[in-house]
């Protein structure tokens, strides 16, 4: 099993661009996860999905969008990128949801928008 | 406000040694408490977790965290450091906001493990 992988591994992007993560787990997982990782601020959730077809908010999702057409997919959108969205992003699933279960983390995407 | 607190950016121990990574939290009702490892340009890997039941919870790789409701401490901690357990340490709470549960982490601890 990949566990959970992340495309791409970096991205630059200019201010106004858009681009979308893929988030991509092998385990038959309902619930999945989309973090952002911010020196000094540890892990703050942008949204999350507990199955196909759903999608929900979390502390940080303005300026962001997901989809989840398929259950092993959670794609996260950024349509006009923003300095303030350089960051480490994390994608997460697990097998149970209301986040009392384990959650198992992709590598991450470093992104850089200037 | 509901939240989890790591009160030491950086932790150094000699190898062999015992090691604590402190974590306390505020939350209404029964807390769910988590750590979580992450070593250097990957994910978070998920090292044990308190649901319910005994205060001492025992995890991966020898580390084992100690519930105390009291104090609203989850520190995490190893009898005998090894190098290899050098990395940045979060602890996590389930918090309830609008209506939902959310995961909310620590700022993280960085633990350096001294040969």
């Known amino acids: 099993n990949a566990g959970v992988t992340q495309t791409p591994k970096f991205r630059v992007l200019k201010t106004g661009q858009s681009m979308t993560l893929l988030c991509a787990q092998d385990?038959?997982?309902?619930?999945m996860y989309w973090y952002r990782q911010d020196p000094g601020m540890g892990l703050r959730l942008i949204h999350y999905?507990?199955?196909?077809?759903?999608?929900a908010k979390g502390e940080v999702p303005d300026g962001y969008n997901v989809s989840r057409l398929k259950k092993q997919n959670f794609l996260l959108g950024l349509e006009s990128a923003a300095p303030s969205q350089t960051s480490v992003y994390f994608c997460?699933?697990?097998?149970?949801?209301?986040?009392?279960?384990?959650?198992?983390f992709g590598p991450g995407t470093r992104l850089t928008v200037l | 406000a509901q939240s989890v607190a790591q009160p030491e950016d950086q932790v150094n121990v000699a190898e062999g040694n015992p090691l604590t990574v402190k974590c306390t939290y505020s939350?209404?009702?029964?807390?769910?408490l988590f750590w979580y490892v992450q070593y250097p340009n990957r994910g978070l890997q998920f090292l044990l977790k308190?649901?319910?039941?005994?205060?001492l919870v025992k995890g991966s790789y020898g580390f084992e965290a100690e519930f105390n409701k009291s104090q609203t401490s989850f520190h995490l901690k190893k009898p005998s450091a090894l190098v290899s357990d050098s990395a940045l340490y979060f602890c996590?709470?389930?918090?309830?906001?609008?209506?939902?549960?959310?995961?909310?982490f620590g700022t993280g601890t960085r633990l350096t493990v001294i040969p």
């Open positions: 997460a699933s697990s097998y149970a949801g209301q986040f009392t279960d384990t959650q198992y």
């Open positions: 996590a709470v389930i918090a309830i906001t609008g209506g939902a549960n959310n995961l909310f």
């Open positions: 308190y649901i319910t039941g005994d205060n």
């Open positions: 999905s507990v199955g196909e077809g759903t999608t």
């Open positions: 939350v209404s009702g029964n807390p769910y």
């Open positions: 385990m038959n997982h309902e619930y």
